[in-house]
């Protein structure tokens, strides 16, 4: 039996199915949703009366009942060995309406393929389809304080002015075929082949199954040089080295030939004069450092927030003082945080003096920026917060520093490994998601467990905040040793 997933999994890389098949591991959402979604769906297309799916159901479940409903709520259907799952079915006399889910916003690409495969599934099973529709979710929709359906959700039939129904039917896809390949794949007769996925969210888990010969790769492998089309290329050449590469070859960004200057210069690149300039406006105190956790909600769970928005849930800083002493505070709330969030921010950090964050503008800042939206009253304090703020990654981002041992890894964790003797790898939450998914056990669990949650996250926090001091303060030596 094949699922939709098993098809779009052996689709982008057939080895990583075949590692992969097997495993079975707890799915963790990125995105929150304490809802239901399909019980708001019901609500939304009034469903009162339907029926209802579940696990392993054979098609005769659904076919006894067909005349009984008018509507069923993700039927199982089997074709061959071609499984699916109808998230919602409408019966209009002999024929029927069925609707998909978009988890998001913006529709960036319709999933033309699973749409395809429910469509062949239910049509070679001699059901007639009549439309098909789409529901995703309004990114203008703002809580006001009880979810209104109506406008949460957008329900479609059309995209850029075609009929979901005849794009789906314009995509040709043979789902036998592609089973007939999965089943006889035999690994060993294949050769490992890089694709999209082999570094798509950081390194593939199987990379060094695929890749052995990899392993052992020196810190300035050509295989490190970042946002570059031809390394893989250059390798296959022969050229094992940063130092060594081909220059034709290059993009030429400012970070490529920091790293091939690394790499000639005994491991280390340093721009004296632009890093130390870029550092003396970072000299007045007090100097703070911090790092925000936040999770991201699908359905918006309170007041003001729209789908996908964000709840800060905790804030970590340190800070040097007028007189050179190491402040540290911490925050972490639960549930609707938001104001209490802010209000901590506002006391904690000093009233003056620059702020350092990691990816500052694109994380912190964005935050703060969408909080002032929320608390008017609180905008102008968070907008003079903003300006103060400093994004500790762009020393590195714009080529003034590189160091070998980043093997291409621009993370905070990687610079806190390389300057310090600090690891994540002893901590209890050792990352932001794990950390996140953390949080959200808080309400779950009893008043111990939930104070030993909050006891983790703030350790976790606090290293990302105190790494950042231990960056500023290798940039730091490194202008100094450098002179
Ligand atoms: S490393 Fe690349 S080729 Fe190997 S399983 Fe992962 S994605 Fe597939």
Known sequence: MYHISDI???????????YSKDESGVFKPYLRSDENIAELLKNYFGISDCFEGVRNDPNE??????????????????????????????????QFDICFVYYGVQIKELDLLSYRITLKVLERLGICVRDIYLVYFNEDYENE??????????????YKGKRLIDLVREKDFDYDEVIERIKNYNIDQTKPKKNRSCRLNGLCGYYFECFPEEKDEPDDSILTLVTSQNKNKMYADGIRFLKDADLEQLEGNRVQYAQVMASRNNGLYVEKMVLAEWLKKLSARPISFIDFEWDRYLIPAYPKMRPMDVVCFEFALYYIDEQGRMEHRTFVGTGDCRREFVEALIDYLPKNGPILAYNAEGAECLRLKELGEVFPEYKNKLDGIIERFTDLAIPFTDGLVYDIRMQGNFTLKRLVDICSDYSYKDLDIDDGMEAVFSWRNIDKTDEEQGNEIVENLKEYCSLDAYGLFLVYRWLIELTVESK
């Open 8 to 18: 779009k999994k052996f689709l982008r890389c057939d080895r990583l199915y075949w």
């Open 145 to 158: 304080g009880q979810l209104d359906l109506e406008k949460l959700f957008v329900c479609i039939n059309s």
């Open 61 to 94: 479940r659904f076919f006894n009942e067909i005349d009984n409903y008018e509507w069923y709520v993700h039927p199982r259907f089997m074709d061959g060995e071609m499984r699916v799952n109808v998230p919602f079915m409408h019966r209009i006399d002999d």
